[in-house]
C-alpha cells in the first residue's frame, strides 16, 4: 500500500442501493427507533461482494436470530460475546486456505464483516480485535457504539460518556453518573496502523457518509474498521423519532466527529458548517438530565472543554488548522 | 507400511497433524504443548502443509478462530493444555453446540493455583460437561494412532462433535519413544477429503445463521441432539478403531484390559500411568494374586455398559483419578464408575485414590501400595475409606 491512498471506489446512486437486496431484512426485533439497524442496513447495501458477517452478543445479535427465524441472508454466525473479530478471522483464513488449495474458484470473491457494539468492542472484546487486527486479516470491523450495555439494560461501558445515567452508574445522592470520559477506541484503532478506520454516523445531512466509508474499507487489502455512533433510545432516554436528528447533533457538536485515517493518514470526512454546543445535543438526552442542575455546571463545563480540545486535536491531525 | 521413528508425544502430534493436513489451525504456545506448535509452525513455514496457520493473541482466541473457521467449511485442528484450555472453555461449549467436528490436542496439565506446568488431568476433567469427545493416550504411539481417529469420528455424519484427543503432559509430550508412524499417502487416504454436512459459511449461495438465539421452546431439543451425537459416536468409534486396525495392525475400543479376564482385584486408570499399573499387576501375578487392569480410552462419551461388563467380575476395584473434583465424593472417573457399577447385582468394592497431581509420578511401589490396599478391602469386605490420596505428605 502507497501511505496515504486512498482506496479506489466505484461511485454508487441512491437508485442503485435502493435496487440492491437488504440482507438484514424487516420482521426482527430491535426496538423503534433504534440506530444499530439504520446503520448495519447501510453497511450491508454498500457492498459490492457476497458477505460473511460475525456477531459479537448484544442487542443485534439478540434481535435478529431468535430461532427458527433469521433476519440474515448472508451467512452469519454469533460465537460469544467477546469473540466476533477472532470468529471472523478464522473464517476468512479459511476461505484463503481454501482458495490457495483451488476449493475456492479464485474469481470467487468475499467480504467478511464483524458486527459487535461498543460493549463487544470498546471493552470485552478489544483483545480479541487488537489481535485480529495486528494479523492482517482482511475484514471489516464495525463497532455500532450506542455508548453503553443497552442489552443488558443500559450498563455503563468505557464509551459511555462522562455524566451519563446508566444502571450502573446511576445518578445518586452522592454521585452525579459516570465519572470518566470515554475511551478514545478508533484512536487506538488507528494505533494498530491497519489501512482503513474512520469514525462515522447515519447522518440525514449526508447519505453517503457511512456507505462511501464501507466501500472504501471493503477495497482495501486488510483490516479496517468503522465506528459507528448508533442511539438507543432507551439508554439515552429520547424519543424513538428523534434518533438521527440526535446523531446528526452528536457530529453538529463536534462530540462525534467523523473522520478518517487512510494508511495513517488523518482526513476529516465532515466540518459542521457551525458547531454548536455540545449542551444542545446532551439536553436532548435524559441520561444528561441531570447535569442541567445548577450543582453540576463543573461537569457540563468539563464536557464542552473536552470536545474542544478533541475537536482541536483533530483539526491539526486531518491538517485542517 | 508404517515406519519406526523416535519421536516424543509432541512430535508424534506435529507429525500427525502435518500428515493430516488441515486446512486451518489456530493456536497460541502454552507448556508443555508449545513444541508441538512450534514443529508445526515449521512444517507451515517449508511450505509442507496447506494450512493457514493462525498465531492468535490467546488461546480463547484460538478456539474462536476454530469456530469461526470450522463453520466456514474445512478441517479445523489446535491443542493446548491448562490454563489455556481454561481460558478455551466458554469457547468448548460453542464448538460442540455448533456441532463443528474440530480436532484438538490437549496436551493434560495441572491448572493454577498454585502454578505447576506438568501432568495430571485436571484440565480435560474441567470440561467433561464440555460436550467434546475426548480420548486419552496411554503414550506417544496412542496419542498419533488417537489423533488419525479423532478425524474421523467427530466428521462423521451421525456425530459431528468436535473430539480432543489427550496424553500427559512431560511424560508422553516431552518422552522419547519407539513407534511407528503411517505413512503420508496412507493417512491421507484414511481421514479422507472433509466432507461438509450442512451449508458452510462460505457457501455464499445458500446463507445459514450459526449460533442463533434458542430459547426456552427449542434449547432442550438441541442439547438432546447432541446427547444423541455423542450416543452416536459410540458405534463410530469401533467402526473407525476397525479401519484402523486394518492400515495399522493396532486395534483400539472404548478401552484396554490387561489381565482383566480372571482377575479379583482389578485398577481402573487412564493415561501414561496405566504403563507403570500394567508392570505391577505383571508383579503381582507373578506371585499368585489374581491382578487385573483397565485402562479407559473413550471418557466421553462415557462406555459405562462395556466399562461394568468388562469390570463385573471383580470383587475389589481401585479407580485411580489423576485430578480432583473438590468436596465430591471422590474424584471424576471414580464417581462415573462407582455410579455404573450399581447396576450389577453384585458390583465391586470400589475405592478411589487420587494420584499423580502436578507431574508427581506414580512409582511401582506406589502403585503397589493401591493394590495392597484393594486385598485389605477385599479382606475387610468393605472399603471404609472411599477417598483418599495415594501419594500425599499429610
Given at each position: 500500500m502507497n501511505a496515504g491512498a486512498a482506496p479506489a471506489t466505484k461511485p454508487i446512486t441512491i437508485k442503485q442501493l435502493s435496487q440492491r437486496p437488504e440482507?438484514?431484512?424487516?420482521?426482527?426485533?430491535?426496538?423503534?427507533?433504534?440506530g444499530a439497524p439504520i446503520a448495519l442496513r447501510q453497511i450491508l447495501l454498500a457492498s459490492d461482494y457476497p458477505v460473511v458477517l460475525a456477531n459479537a452478543t448484544g442487542c443485534v445479535e439478540v434481535s435478529t436470530s431468535i430461532f427458527p427465524f433469521t433476519s440474515w441472508r448472508a451467512p452469519w454466525i454469533h460465537n460469544a460475546f467477546e469473540n466476533a473479530a477472532a470468529t471472523i478471522s478464522g473464517a476468512e483464513a479459511m476461505y484463503r486456505s481454501l482458495k490457495r488449495q483451488g476449493k475456492i474458484p479464485p474469481e470467487q470473491e468475499i467480504r467478511f464483516i464483524a458486527f459487535g457494539g461498543d460493549g463487544g468492542t470498546?471493552?470485552?472484546?478489544l483483545q480479541s480485535l487488537s489481535g485480529a487486527l495486528e494479523r492482517g486479516h482482511r475484514f471489516l470491523y464495525v463497532c455500532y457504539n450506542n455508548e453503553g450495555y443497552m442489552n443488558t439494560g443500559i450498563q455503563r461501558s468505557s464509551a459511555s460518556p462522562l455524566g451519563a445515567d446508566t444502571t450502573t452508574t446511576p445518578v445518586g445522592a452522592a454521585i452525579p453518573g459516570k465519572r470518566e470520559f470515554r475511551k478514545d477506541l478508533t484512536s487506538i484503532v488507528a494505533a494498530h496502523d491497519i489501512p482503513y478506520v474512520a469514525q462515522s454516523a447515519t447522518i440525514p445531512s449526508r447519505w453517503g457518509e457511512l456507505i462511501n466509508k464501507v466501500r472504501k474499507a471493503l477495497e482495501v487489502p486488510g483490516p479496517s474498521f468503522i465506528n459507528v455512533l448508533a442511539s438507543c433510545n432507551r439508554g439515552w432516554r429520547h424519543n424513538m423519532d428523534e434518533t438521527l436528528e440526535l446523531t446528526q447533533l452528536a457530529v453538529d457538536t463536534c462530540y462525534w466527529p467523523l473522520y478518517e485515517v487512510i494508511n495513517g493518514e488523518y482526513r476529516l470526512t465532515y466540518k459542521p458548517k457551525e458547531k454548536k454546543p455540545v449542551a444542545e445535543w446532551l439536553k436532548r438526552q435524559g441520561r444528561f438530565r441531570h447535569l442541567f442542575r445548577p450543582e453540576n455546571e463543573g461537569i457540563l463545563k468539563r464536557v464542552q472543554e473536552k470536545v474542544d480540545q478533541d475537536w482541536e486535536r483533530l483539526l491539526k491531525k486531518c491538517g485542517e488548522l | 507400511m508404517g515406519k519406526i521413528v523416535a519421536y516424543t508425544g509432541n512430535q508424534a502430534i506435529a507429525e500427525g497433524m502435518r500428515q493430516i493436513n488441515p486446512d486451518v489451525c489456530a493456536a497460541y504456545p502454552i507448556t508443555p504443548q508449545t513444541e508441538l506448535m512450534q514443529q508445526f509452525a515449521s512444517f507451515v513455514a517449508d511450505g509442507l502443509v496447506d494450512t493457514e496457520l493462525v498465531t492468535v493473541e490467546s488461546e480463547h482466541s484460538a478456539m474462536s478462530a476454530c469456530v469461526g473457521a470450522a463453520a466456514a467449511g474445512g478441517r479445523v485442528m489446535t491443542a493446548t493444555s491448562a490454563q489455556g484450555m481454561a481460558l478455551m472453555w466458554e469457547i468448548m461449549y460453542c464448538a460442540s453446540g455448533l456441532r463443528l467436528p474440530i480436532v484438538m490436542t490437549i496436551v493434560n496439565r495441572a491448572l493454577n493455583a498454585p502454578l505447576n506446568i506438568h501432568g495430571d488431568h485436571s484440565d480435560a476433567m474441567g470440561a467433561r460437561d464440555s460436550g467434546w469427545i475426548q480420548i486419552f493416550s496411554e503414550n506417544a504411539q496412542e496419542a498419533y494412532d488417537n489423533l488419525m481417529q479423532a478425524v474421523r469420528i467427530g466428521e462423521e455424519a451421525s456425530v459431528r462433535l468436535p473430539v480432543a484427543v489427550c496424553y500427559d503432559g512431560f511424560i508422553i509430550s516431552h518422552s522419547i519413544e519407539r513407534m511407528e508412524i503411517l505413512e503420508d499417502e496412507e493417512v491421507k487416504g484414511f481421514v479422507g477429503p472433509y466432507q461438509n454436512l450442512y451449508h458452510p459459511m462460505l457457501d455464499i449461495a445458500h446463507p445459514v445463521t450459526y449460533g442463533p438465539v434458542d430459547l426456552q421452546d427449542y434449547y432442550t431439543e438441541h442439547k438432546r441432539q447432541q446427547v444423541e451425537a455423542m450416543k452416536n459416536a459410540l458405534p463410530v468409534i469401533l467402526g473407525v478403531a476397525e479401519e484402523y486396525k486394518k492400515l495399522t495392525g493396532r486395534g483400539f475400543g472404548y478401552f484396554e484390559t490387561y489381565r482383566l479376564d480372571d482377575a479379583e482385584i482389578g485398577m481402573f486408570i487412564m493415561g501414561s500411568a496405566a504403563g507403570t499399573a500394567k508392570e505391577v499387576v505383571d508383579e503381582l501375578r507373578a506371585t499368585g494374586i489374581k491382578a487385573g487392569l483397565l485402562k479407559l480410552r473413550i471418557f466421553r462419551p462415557f462406555p459405562y455398559q462395556e466399562v461394568t461388563a468388562a469390570l463385573k467380575n471383580l470383587k475389589v476395584l481401585a479407580i485411580m483419578d489423576r485430578a480432583e473434583s473438590f468436596g465430591a465424593m471422590g474424584g471424576p472417573t471414580f464417581n462415573e464408575i462407582r455410579s455404573a457399577l450399581l447396576s450389577l447385582k453384585k458390583p465391586p468394592l470400589t475405592f478411589n485414590y487420587v494420584y499423580g497431581l502436578g507431574g508427581r509420578e506414580p512409582s511401582l511401589a506406589e502403585i503397589h501400595k493401591a493394590f495392597a490396599r484393594g486385598r485389605e478391602v477385599l479382606t475387610a469386605g468393605k472399603a471404609e475409606v472411599l477417598h483418599d490420596y495415594l501419594q500425599v505428605r499429610e
Open positions: 440482507i438484514l431484512v424487516g420482521g426482527h426485533r430491535l426496538c423503534p427507533g433504534c470498546y471493552d470485552i472484546g | -
